[in-house]
């Protein structure tokens, strides 16, 4: 079961490299714009058949059809690189990761490939860079995904959320859409403490040993909750402003935002009042 599962990735992620290099060059020698875009939905498609193959079902709550013209900004809780394989398959994204992710085989380069924006942490100073290559794909409408919390984590606690990724959304006024990831179900089992592990990778985990005991699964569930959104026009782009962003979209990721607390937002600014400051720096 295992092997035939990796020869058919082995054997998808070729076809796709392939494809998506061919694509790129199309682009380039027609001159088409949102290059971005493009390959972001070939990107879903690739990740959406990986999917499969991984017997990975998710359900969706909430409506995902808007994200599909693009521009928006998606964060997530983050608990394993298989957080990318289920939002990947359903929304078209170029992600924003760590630079550690470039120099893993395989998807290290597909990742390039597709665009990925990669953060070094250890370079502050390259923050402007940063800002602006992600405004260049999110005016590419492409849609970006970022996991604010920075590194993976066993699930039972949310790390606080980095503000410098927030920078460009909020420098550009983009749409932030809030994304919720639970893990429901392994082989019919619960998601808990002692089998949590198969699928969440996270520390010092050994990326290929996770990778072929997850090859093993016969099954795995996942909802994925759409937040109400967060228009980045309500903070101000400084410091401060980047900081209260990122309490509101960490608590709109735990869902403690309900749809009618973001609705009466848009009503307050509607009649001219100023924006509410749900959580207060």
Same mark, same amino acid.
């Given at each position: 079961?295992?092997?035939?599962? *990796? ?36 990107? %879903? ?23 599909? %013209? ?16 289920? *939002? ?32 070094? %942490? ?90 072929? %005991? ?68």
């Amino acid at each position: 079961m295992r092997w035939l599962k *990796l020869t058919a990735f082995l054997s998808l992620w070729a076809f796709f490299f392939g494809l998506v290099a061919l694509v790129h060059l199309w682009i380039s020698i027609l001159g088409l714009p949102n290059r971005w875009k493009i390959i972001s939905r070939l990107a %879903r498609s690739f990740t959406l058949l990986l999917r499969l193959i991984l017997k990975i079902k998710v359900t969706v709550q909430g409506e995902e059809g808007q994200l599909e %013209r693009g521009g928006f900004v998606i964060i997530a809780n983050h608990m394993s690189y298989v957080d990318g394989m289920v *939002l990947g398959s359903i929304f078209p994204i170029v992600f924003v990761s760590k630079r550690e992710v470039k120099r893993w085989p395989i998807v290290g380069q597909w990742n390039t490939l597709c665009g990925t924006i990669f953060i070094d %942490r250890q370079h502050k100073e390259q923050v402007g860079s940063l800002v602006e290559e992600m405004t260049r794909k999110l005016q590419q409408e492409a849609n970006l995904l970022l996991f604010p919390e920075g590194t993976s984590t066993n699930g039972e606690k949310m790390l606080p959320f980095q503000t410098v990724p927030l920078a460009a959304p909020l420098r550009n006024r983009s749409i932030i859409v809030p994304v919720t990831l639970t893990y429901k179900s392994i082989e019919d089992m619960p998601v808990t403490a002692a089998n949590r592990d198969l699928i969440y990778w996270y520390g010092d985990m050994d990326f290929v040993t996770h990778f072929w %005991r997850l090859l093993g699964l016969r099954g795995v569930e996942a909802m994925v909750t759409i937040q109400p959104k967060v228009e980045c026009f309500r903070y101000q782009d400084n410091s401060a402003g980047r900081k209260s962003l990122a309490e509101d979209c960490y608590n709109r990721v735990l869902g403690k935002v309900l749809v009618g607390e973001s609705a009466q937002e848009d009503e307050e600014d509607s009649a001219g009042e100023s924006p509410a400051t749900l959580f207060p720096g």
